[in-house]
């Protein structure tokens, strides 16, 4: 049942949970809904890193924030064109709208804090949030994508989160 | 052969060495995909790298032990000179978990 599915990622996310658990073969998300939560996963980092450029003090975060920028974009705009070609319509799920309901709640949050304090709040959730993700593609996304082009790109996403994980948590050392 | 010639030709071998040196090449190092190949390379002082990036991501080919920095935009290639000799590691500083070896001989 996929809303299980999308119910237990949505919890794995909100708790940063090392790994999701207990889906069996007929949790598996569709393909278009794989698109969807991809490529929403991705909006809700380059949102992230937008009211970090302008609210951010320090200058490795601002970097920080605008490789995020540039990264999700690419990789996103990679997205587009491959559901293009292989014509496929993403598909709204329950996992895409938590995931979206707890990122705007997050960016809120976010919006209150200022200076030192919004940076390390910022990069903090950088790393859990690429974490939850990165652990999403491993054990999820990746082993229920059926097309070959796709589960190609969300490898490379997983190798490009993976990199912006560590690069967060020597940002997150760096603030300390 | 007139024995002017015959010096100036010496003088050209003489100083050839100077210009081109005797071990000087050409590497090809490539970040594709997130992955930096070949992990390991050899090249000796004097050596050029050319590295090329084949992803549509930015990446730098920066040193451990800060003797080097490239940035690499996407799809874009940079050449350098190996300029000291020793062993470096060197990572991408937007992604570091993508990392390599260039082993420098003098």
């Given at each position: 049942?996929?809303?299980?599915?999308?119910?237990?990622?949505?919890?794995?996310?909100?708790?940063?949970?090392?790994?999701?658990?207990?889906?069996?073969?007929?949790?598996?998300?569709?393909?278009?809904?794989?698109?969807?939560?991809?490529?929403?996963?991705?909006?809700?980092?380059?949102?992230?890193?937008?009211?970090?450029?302008?609210?951010?003090?320090?200058?490795?975060?601002?970097?920080?924030?605008?490789?995020?920028?540039?990264?999700?974009?690419?990789?996103?705009?990679?997205?587009?064109?491959?559901?293009?070609?292989?014509?496929?319509?993403?598909?709204?799920?329950?996992?895409?709208?938590?995931?979206?309901?707890?990122?705007?709640?997050?960016?809120?949050?976010?919006?209150?804090?200022?200076?030192?304090?919004?940076?390390?709040?910022?990069?903090?959730?950088?790393?859990?949030?690429?974490?939850?993700?990165?652990?999403?593609?491993?054990?999820?996304?990746?082993?229920?994508?059926?097309?070959?082009?796709?589960?190609?790109?969300?490898?490379?996403?997983?190798?490009?989160?993976?990199?912006?994980?560590?690069?967060?948590?020597?940002?997150?050392?760096?603030?300390? | 052969?007139?024995?002017?010639?015959?010096?100036?030709?010496?003088?050209?071998?003489?100083?050839?060495?100077?210009?081109v040196p005797a071990h000087a090449a050409i590497i090809e190092i490539t970040m594709e995909n997130l992955v930096i190949s070949p992990a390991e390379v050899s090249a000796k002082v004097g050596d050029t790298i050319i590295w090329i990036n084949k992803d549509v991501f930015a990446h730098t080919a920066t040193a451990k032990n800060g003797n080097f920095d490239v940035t690499l935009p996407p799809k874009k290639s940079a050449t350098s000179?190996?300029?000291?000799?020793?062993?470096?590691?060197?990572?991408?500083?937007?992604?570091?978990?993508?990392?390599?070896?260039?082993?420098?001989?003098?």
């Open positions: 049942m996929f809303i299980r599915w999308s119910a237990a990622v949505a919890a794995a996310i909100l708790l940063s949970s090392p790994a999701l658990q207990g889906a069996s073969a007929a949790d598996k998300p569709t393909d278009p809904q794989i698109a969807h939560i991809a490529y929403t996963a991705g909006v809700i980092d380059i949102n992230a890193a937008k009211q970090a450029q302008k609210k951010a003090k320090n200058k490795d975060v601002k970097a920080f924030a605008e490789d995020m920028l540039r990264d999700h974009e690419a990789v996103n705009k990679q997205a587009l064109a491959l559901v293009k070609k292989l014509n496929v319509t993403p598909e709204d799920n329950d996992t895409s709208k938590a995931l979206s309901k707890q990122a705007s709640d997050k960016l809120a949050e976010l919006d209150k804090l200022s200076d030192a304090a919004f940076d390390k709040a910022y990069v903090a959730n950088e790393v859990a949030y690429h974490k939850a993700v990165n652990s999403a593609l491993e054990t999820q996304l990746i082993p229920s994508a059926s097309n070959a082009e796709l589960k190609s790109l969300l490898q490379t996403g997983l190798k490009i989160f993976q990199g912006h994980q560590q690069h967060a948590e020597h940002v997150a050392a760096e603030l300390k | 052969m007139k024995p002017g010639r015959l010096a100036s030709i010496a003088l050209a071998v003489a100083f050839l060495p100077m210009v000179v190996v300029k000291k000799a020793g062993t470096v590691e060197y990572y991408c500083r937007y992604h570091p978990n993508m990392k390599a070896t260039l082993k420098i001989e003098p």
